[in-house]
């Protein structure tokens, strides 16, 4: 697991605009939508997002593409579902394989439904590919979210950073040993990998709190913005 | 869980937030307080969060508008109290749909109902009433671990059976717990075994936390 979206919410041309305007852009639209749920307004917006996403921002088309795919494939499975298995209105597809059709409502709420997935997906998109985790921590600050609140996820922050380095290096050891040679081995890796990322991850970010602590740490970690040019 | 972004119709997405967020506020105040009045609980709270995070990103397709994953709740809610661990799973979820692209913003409040708090209050309870029946709190976090992430699931299908209710509301319930109930099942047992392997670890070399949290049933903390 990597965190390809942080590494390009720092790198791209909007990371430095105004995080108010990509918040408040990328919400309004994101609502618009889910309220309105018109085909052709989501498929507008789509398009839209997308040339924000690719043209403004500079972020690769792979990059894109790779950001989408596993909604892609969420999304069209449970809109399967819905299509299939949903809906008691007129009949108009008959598969003919264990009675499964595919009714006229149900088709209308898949439709649409994957539509506005989509749409509101891609403004999500937007949000979380232009804007570094931090900067969105800092507007919720000013906009008088609980200061503990920021705290406890700026901690949590560090945390999973802590976590997937400790899970990088102690699955690289258990392999350097062979640790995942047979299923059976792979099995036994696995738990005692699983076991000890707890405590290893507990550990360093004790004495990362110890040293926070011995700095004067009071709850606030100040950041420095850069000004704006 | 995650329901995707989007997938729920605007009604019920305000509808979900407008019952989250009075618990969510409730557990600001309790973590407030749990940190003033111990310190140290401030980084187990954080990799408790983190915990959460990394275990609900091993994440299944699954059919149903959302997928399947072990969630963490369990162990944040028992050390914490469900209150404070609903406060963890909207910081948690907020970072998989900023970092991740897991979930979603406008599926956030009902998102936090079913991981945040209908989890972690069942694996509370459960917690505390075995424990309060003088059994080993091991047994007792294996249950709660377990409960915790299988009942997030059924609040899950009954949120989709509530935004699609086609033809009918059980209908829909049926089929989207039967389809959760496959993959689901084995990952809560898994993830109720993890919990015990941390607890007991957590036993060993963190007991002071732990009792200063007051976790233990009665036997165990006159052992100590």
């Known amino acids: 697991m990597k965190f390809d979206i942080d590494y390009i919410a720092h790198n791209n041309k909007l990371s430095n605009v105004n995080t108010y305007l990509k918040i408040i852009v990328a919400i309004s639209i994101m609502l618009v939508t889910l309220i309105l749920d018109n085909l052709l307004l989501d498929f507008i917006v789509f398009i839209a997002m997308a040339i924000g996403i690719l043209v403004i921002a500079r972020i690769s088309f792979r990059d894109y593409i790779k950001f989408l795919s596993i909604p892609i494939i969420f999304a069209s499975m449970s809109c399967l579902l819905l299509l299939f298995f949903f809906g008691d209105g007129k009949v108009i597809f008959d598969t003919g394989i264990f009675g499964i059709v595919i009714r006229e409502d149900s088709f209308y709420l898949a439709t649409s439904t994957f539509c506005r997935v989509f749409a509101c997906f891609s403004c999500l998109g937007f949000l979380t590919l232009t804007t570094p985790i931090a900067q969105i921590l800092h507007v919720l600050g000013e906009i008088k979210v609980p200061k503990i609140l920021i705290e406890i996820a700026l901690l949590m922050y560090t945390t999973i950073f802590i976590f997937l380095e400790q899970l990088y290096t102690m699955r690289q050891a258990q392999e350097t040993r062979l640790g995942y040679m047979n299923t059976r081995s792979a099995y036994r890796s696995l738990g005692y990998l699983f076991s000890n990322l707890f405590f290893k991850s507990l550990d360093k970010s004790e004495v990362m709190m110890n040293s926070l602590n011995s700095r004067g740490y009071t709850g606030q970690l100040p950041t420095y913005k850069p000004s704006k040019k | 869980m995650h329901i995707m972004e989007g997938f729920l119709p605007p009604l019920w997405c305000a509808v979900w937030y407008i019952i989250s967020i009075p618990v969510i506020i409730y557990g600001i105040f309790k973590i407030k307080k749990v940190t003033e009045e111990i310190p140290d609980s401030k980084t187990l709270l954080a990799v408790s969060g983190?915990?959460?995070?990394?275990?609900?990103?091993?994440?299944?397709?699954?059919?149903?508008?959302?997928?399947?994953?072990?969630?963490?709740?369990?162990?944040?809610?028992?050390?914490?109290?469900?209150?404070?661990?609903?406060?963890?799973?909207?910081?948690?979820?907020?970072?998989?749909?900023?970092?991740?692209?897991?979930?979603?913003?406008?599926?956030?409040?009902?998102?936090?109902?079913?991981?945040?708090?209908?989890?972690?209050?069942?694996?509370?309870?459960?917690?505390?009433?075995?424990?309060?029946?003088?059994?080993?709190?091991?047994?007792?976090?294996?249950?709660?671990?377990?409960?915790?992430?299988?009942?997030?699931?059924?609040?899950?299908?009954?949120?989709?059976?509530?935004?699609?209710?086609?033809?009918?509301?059980?209908?829909?319930?049926?089929?989207?717990?039967?389809?959760?109930?496959?993959?689901?099942?084995?990952?809560?047992?898994?993830?109720?075994?993890?919990?015990?392997?941390?607890?007991?670890?957590?036993?060993?070399?963190?007991?002071?936390?732990?009792?200063?949290?007051?976790?233990?049933?009665?036997?165990?903390?006159?052992?100590?």
């Open chain 2, 50 to 224: 983190a915990f959460m995070f990394v275990l609900s990103s091993l994440k299944l397709p699954s059919v149903t508008g959302s997928c399947s994953h072990p969630t963490g709740n369990g162990l944040g809610a028992v050390l914490f109290g469900p209150a404070a661990a609903s406060v963890l799973a909207v910081i948690v979820l907020l970072f998989q749909a900023v970092l991740l692209a897991h979930g979603g913003l406008t599926t956030l409040g009902a998102n936090v109902f079913s991981m945040g708090i209908v989890g972690p209050f069942v694996a509370w309870a459960v917690y505390k009433g075995i424990t309060k029946a003088n059994i080993s709190s091991t047994i007792a976090i294996f249950f709660a671990a377990f409960l915790g992430d299988l009942l997030t699931y059924v609040a899950t299908s009954f949120q989709l059976a509530l935004a699609f209710p086609d033809p009918t509301f059980t209908g829909s319930l049926v089929k989207f717990l039967g389809i959760f109930a496959i993959t689901q099942i084995p990952l809560a047992i898994a993830e109720g075994l993890l919990t015990v392997v941390i607890w007991n670890g957590l036993k060993e070399y963190r007991s002071k936390i732990l009792s200063k949290l007051n976790l233990f049933s009665n036997k165990e903390s006159e052992a100590i």
